[in-house]
């Protein structure tokens, strides 16, 4: 039983390994520069060894999303812990772009490149939907009568929206406050 569990220690690390080197030098270099190739050389091990963990590279980059969304919804709710009301909505709109801002090739992973992940489905994983979770925290305390999960929706398309603009240099870097501010006072009404 000890070398069973040694090896599936063993096995996690070989996983840990391989995501936090894709993670890393996706944030160097970008995704274009992540083969699993590339990934072999950097962390000493050979392709079929990245392949028995993830079947396509594709299946690596939505493993890296994953950890992405997981820290983007640690990220959320630490905002929203210390908020109320319209408020909320405000602290977890900057964090929300704060944290994409922060974290560019991991935010691609999670939004840009093709994944396998689904919102709204019944197999959406959990890092999914607890960042969504967020969201809609933040926008029920404004809600009324209208409903939060479409506040929520266009609060996150608004601040993905505005992050893909921002980084794409077609919108003015010293007014990025103030969108968040206004998307969040638009919500608020």
């Given amino acids: 039983m000890a070398s069973t569990d040694r090896r599936q220690r063993e096995r996690t690390a070989q996983r840990d390994l391989i995501v936090a080197s894709a993670r890393a030098l996706a944030a160097q270099e970008g995704w ?47 905002a929203r812990a210390g908020a ?25 992973a999670m939004f840009i490149r093709a994944t396998g992940l689904h919102f709204g489905a019944e197999e959406t994983p959990p890092e999914l939907t607890d960042g969504y979770a967020e969201l809609r925290a933040a926008t029920t305390a404004i809600a009324g009568d209208r409903d939060p999960d479409v506040l ?22 010293a ?4 969108r968040v501010e206004a998307v969040a006072a638009l919500l608020a009404g």
Wanted: proline share 3%.
């Fill in 32 to 78: 274009d520069t992540v083969t699993t190739r590339r990934l072999a050389t950097e962390i000493e091990y050979s392709q079929p060894v990245i392949y028995k963990h993830f079947a396509s590279l594709d299946a690596l980059v939505e493993a890296v999303a994953l950890e992405g969304f997981a820290e983007l919804a640690a990220a959320l709710h630490q």
């Fill in 84 to 108: 109320a009301g319209a408020g909320a909505v405000a602290v977890v709109a900057h964090a929300y772009v704060d944290w994409a801002v922060a974290n560019p090739s991991l935010y691609d």
């Fill in 152 to 173: 929520a929706e266009v609060l996150w398309a608004a601040l993905h929206g505005l992050v893909l603009l921002d980084r794409g240099g077609r919108l003015r870097p």
């Fill in 175 to 178: 007014h990025r406050r103030a």
